[in-house]
């Protein structure tokens, strides 16, 4: 089990970046419960939008918006845990999620790769796949593999279930999964369980994360809703990550995007919760600004930095672990 330093301890000194004060905070989290109250979310699923009805948010099946109680979010942020884990094939590569503990990853998801004998650019393969998580395993500094790159020589339907099995062959490391449907996570579940040595052994470690984004404003797609579902229902280990996208899909200011991307999240946690209360979930942040003349998101730019420590700032406020863009 690794447990990587703590960044910005009092203690130690450390590296700390707080974008807002604690009065600041409670106006996003309050403004956040107003959207989530007075203007809900876009629920695409039929079976999503039975579970948000059941728990007691007030659901239009006509237009498919819920409108989610402020008692329910707070219940929802209460019962998620604020400790979870990675764990890899390799129990020794296992990570703890917890307040503080910094890790690192490589991102997602390439869809063009520099040949790396050749210098061709062209779309990525499953050999890739192998050969991305081989490097990630091998350099240390980095904790977990993400999907690195999308391959095109397998058929689209089992994509990522050839993903998770090319990158769980060649790294120990934990091993993070692009599923876009309630079908993925089963099967991908089944294999897992299977590595893990059967049924007992994935309860112990489940050796498979998700992760979704919704898509701003405020909607919830059937992809989205059908992996939060079920990964609540396995007790995986699941992002919930906003890419709102400011001056955009977004308010142009930083608190008004927030508020957005902070009721999105909030959103996916609820849902999670009322599935499975006390399931694990991770607060996930690629928010960043647009680039207002060639509308393409600024990534790698200031804003992204101040997003991305604005929403780790806001998830340990809530006591969850965090997941966000870095530069």
Sequence with gaps: MKRNLHAGRPSSGGLSLN??????????????????ERTGMWIEADDALDIFSDGGCVVDRETRMVRIPPHLVEDAIRSAPPKSFLNGRDPDQDIVLEAGRVY????????????????????????????AARLVDALSDIDTYESAVHPGDVPEETASLHKWWAATLNTGKPVGTEATSAY??????????????????????????FGVCPVSPLKLPRDAS???????RAWCPDTI??????????????????????????????????????CPVTYGSSTTAMDLKLAAACVGSPELALFSAACAQIARHYLLPSFV???
């Design 226 to 232: 059908e992996v939060i579902i079920e990964s609540a």
């Design 19 to 36: 974008v807002f004060t604690e009065a600041e905070l409670q106006d996003i989290h309050l403004g956040s419960l107003e959207v989530l």
């Design 104 to 131: 690192v990853s490589n991102f997602d998801e390439g869809i063009m790769i520099v040949d790396p004998r050749t210098g061709e650019y062209r779309h990525p393969v499953l050999r890739d796949v192998h050969e």
């Design 241 to 278: 990550l906003s890419m709102a996208m400011s001056g955009g899909s977004s308010p142009v200011t930083l608190a008004g995007t927030l508020v957005l991307h902070n009721a999105e999240v909030l959103g996916g946690i609820v849902l999670a919760q009322l599935v499975e209360r006390g």
């Design 325 to 327: 863009a870095g530069l």
């Design 184 to 209: 993925d996570c089963r099967k991908l579940i089944e294999m897992a369980t299977v590595v893990a040595g059967g049924e007992d052994g994935f309860r112990r470690r489940p050796l498979i994360g």
